[in-house]
């Protein structure tokens, strides 16, 4: 899927990563990757230094791409004071794998919904506008909102059912790749 090859494939590399950035810390994570990228290799002091990120959020920036396996650290003991010095890398062969991965969790959740969308009839509030409850949910209330308590209309879900094919079509297409 993103496999750099020329400088195209390289910039697609790249909007990857940093969304994935902003997925763990926003733009301050953001900051923190761009640097380490220049630097290939970095402690997390180097990276607070040059970043103006606290040393807190960088070490937590890192430990959360840490254990998603999206950067990789290497530890040394500093002779003078006997404490370990952490050097960070990114892994970004490691992004293709992260990404596939979180894509196959959404393809579940959106099967489930689609297999709830179909097994179910709903009806709305048309007063409040985001009341929507299932049949079962209606009859419970004799057909009244429980916000309101306007009369309970039925829907055509089929909208709902048709973006969600389509959502579901598009993620396995792009697994495919």
């Given amino acids: 899927m993103y496999r750099p090859q ?3 494939d390289l910039a697609v590399l790249d909007e990857e990563l940093m969304k994935v950035a902003r997925l763990f810390g926003g733009e301050e994570a953001v900051t923190v990757i761009n640097i380490l990228k220049k630097k290939s290799e970095a402690t997390d002091e180097t990276l607070a230094n040059e970043s103006t990120v606290r040393l807190n959020t960088v070490r937590k ?6 254990d998603h396996g999206l950067v990789s650290c290497t530890r040394v003991r500093d002779e ?7 050097y960070w890398k990114l892994q970004t062969d490691q992004l293709d794998a992260f990404i596939r991965s979180r894509k196959r ?13 179909r097994n179910h009839s709903f009806f709305v509030c048309n007063k409040c ?14 057909f009244r909102c429980s916000k309101c308590g306007g009369q309970l209309e039925s829907t055509d879900n089929e909208p ?18």
Avoid: N, P
């Fill in 80 to 86: 003078k004071t006997g404490w370990f010095i952490f």
């Fill in 105 to 117: 969790r959404v393809l579940e959740k959106l099967k489930q919904k689609l297999d709830y969308e």
């Fill in 129 to 142: 506008g985001d009341v929507r409850v299932t049949f079962e949910e209606a009859m419970e209330s004799s």
């Fill in 6 to 8: 020329d400088g195209s």
């Fill in 61 to 66: 920036i890192l430990y959360k791409l840490y």
């Fill in 160 to 177: 709902v059912v048709e973006f969600l094919e389509r959502r579901i079509k598009q993620i396995e297409d792009e697994l495919k790749q």
